[in-house]
C-alpha cells in the first residue's frame, strides 16, 4: 500500500482586500471593497470587516453599497497581486517542487517527500504561514490532510490566520457533518440539484450509492462518492496546463454604446488577469459577443509576445470590440479569453527571469 500521503492547501486570508490594507493604513480595520462602485461593477473581494455586513465576493457593487452604507471601493491592482502572489510561490518552492496554484491566492501543496526532510506537515505548514507573514505582511491560513479535498476544506475551516488537520481518523467525520455546498467541486447548481434530491450534508451524500450518484451526476458520480467517505486520489499537479483564461459577464441590460461596453469589459479583463498564474500569460485573445437575440459571435488576435499588464490586455480587448459598436443589435453577454499561455516574460523583472 502506498504511503499515506501529506497535502497542504494555504489560502491567502481576503487576499486583494488584505493587500490594499496592508499598503494603506487608513484603510485598516474597515470595510474595504476591492473592485468598482458603478453600476455595474462587482466585488472583486472584501475585507473582513466588510463581510460583517455581509459583503461577498462577486456580489454585484450596488447591493455591497446597500449592505454596508461605509463600504470603501478600491480599485484594484493585479499587479501587485501578481508580485506577493510570485513571493509565496517561491516560498512554496523552498518545500517541495509539488505545487499545484488555484488562483493567485491559493495553491496544493504535496509534502510527503519534502525537500527539506520534514516529518511533520503541520510544521511545514506553521513555516509557511509564519514566512507568508514575514515576507508580505499578510496572513494565510492552511489546511492540512492527506488528500486534496480534505486539505481545502480544513483551510477554510479556522479563517483567519488559522491552520486545521484533518487526521484520516476525522476524515469520515469531518466531511458528514458540512453542507454539500461547502465541498470544492460542488457548485451552485450542483448543490441545488443534490438537495431537490435530499442530500444536504456529507452524510446525506454518503447514503446514496454509487449507482445513484452516477445517475443523476454522471462522470462525477464517482467523485461524490469518493468525498463522501473522505476519499480523493487527485495527484497535486505542478504542470497542470490550462488552455485558456476566460471570462464573461450577461448584462441585466443590454449595452448599445461603446462607451457602455468600454466600462463594462474593463472587470472581465481584469477577472481574466486576475486568474492568469503569477508566472503565466498569454499572446492571444478573443472577445465574445453575445447579442439581445442570442447571436453570437467572436473575434481573436494574437500578439507577437504574451501580454505583460492588464492595461495591455484591455486595449487589445478595446481593438477588437471598437469595430463593433455601436450595436443596434443591443449585446447581452461579453466575454474575453486569454489563450496561447505560456510563461509571462518579464525582462524588467529580474527575479521572475530567475524563477522562470
Ligand atoms: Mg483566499
Not at 16 to 38: C, H, I, M, T, Y
Not at 46 to 68: D, L, N
Not at 241 to 258: H, P, Q
Request: proline share 7%.
Amino acid at each position: 500500500m502506498p504511503a499515506q500521503r501529506k497535502i497542504i492547501h494555504i489560502d491567502m486570508d481576503a487576499f486583494f482586500a488584505s493587500v490594499e490594507q496592508r499598503d494603506d493604513p487608513a484603510l485598516r480595520g474597515r470595510p474595504v471593497a476591492v473592485g468598482s462602485p458603478r453600476e455595474r461593477g462587482v466585488v472583486a473581494a472584501a475585507s473582513y470587516e466588510a463581510r460583517k455586513f455581509g459583503v461577498r465576493s462577486a456580489m454585484p457593487s450596488v447591493t455591497a453599497q446597500r449592505r454596508c452604507p461605509e463600504l470603501i471601493f478600491v480599485p484594484p491592482r493585479f499587479d501587485v497581486y501578481r508580485e506577493v502572489s510570485r513571493g509565496i510561490r517561491a516560498i512554496f518552492l523552498d518545500y517541495t517542487p509539488l505545487v499545484e496554484p488555484l488562483s493567485l491566492d491559493e495553491a496544493y501543496l504535496d509534502v510527503t517527500e519534502n525537500l527539506k526532510a520534514i516529518a511533520s506537515a503541520t510544521r511545514i505548514a506553521e513555516d509557511i504561514r509564519a514566512r507568508i507573514r514575514e515576507t508580505t505582511g499578510l496572513t494565510a491560513s492552511a489546511g492540512v490532510s492527506y488528500n486534496k479535498f480534505l486539505a481545502k476544506l480544513a483551510s477554510d475551516h479556522r479563517k483567519p490566520d488559522g491552520l486545521f488537520v484533518v487526521t484520516p481518523q476525522m476524515g469520515p467525520t469531518f466531511v458528514a457533518d458540512l453542507p454539500v455546498g461547502r465541498f470544492h467541486g460542488v457548485g451552485p447548481a450542483t448543490t441545488k440539484k443534490m438537495n431537490a434530491l435530499g442530500i444536504e450534508t456529507g452524510r446525506d451524500l454518503r447514503e446514496k450509492s454509487l449507482d445513484f450518484l452516477q445517475r443523476n451526476f454522471g462522470k462525477s458520480g464517482a467523485f461524490y462518492f469518493g468525498i463522501a467517505r473522505g476519499v480523493d486520489e487527485r495527484p497535486v499537479r505542478p504542470d497542470r496546463i490550462r488552455k485558456s483564461i476566460g471570462a464573461e459577464v450577461t448584462f441585466a441590460r443590454d449595452l448599445f454604446s461603446y462607451e457602455e461596453a468600454r466600462a463594462a469589459l474593463a472587470p472581465i479583463v481584469a477577472r481574466v488577469w486576475s486568474h492568469c498564474r503569477a508566472a503565466t500569460s498569454g499572446r492571444t485573445v478573443t472577445l465574445k459577443v453575445k447579442y439581445a437575440d442570442f447571436r453570437q459571435i467572436t473575434r481573436r488576435s494574437t500578439a507577437a509576445a504574451p501580454f505583460a499588464s492588464a492595461a495591455e490586455l484591455e486595449r487589445a480587448a478595446l481593438a477588437l470590440m471598437r469595430p463593433l459598436f455601436p450595436s443596434p443589435a443591443g449585446v447581452r453577454l461579453l466575454g474575453v479569453s486569454l489563450s496561447s499561455l505560456g510563461p509571462a516574460e518579464r525582462p524588467s523583472d529580474p527575479q521572475l527571469a530567475l524563477a522562470v
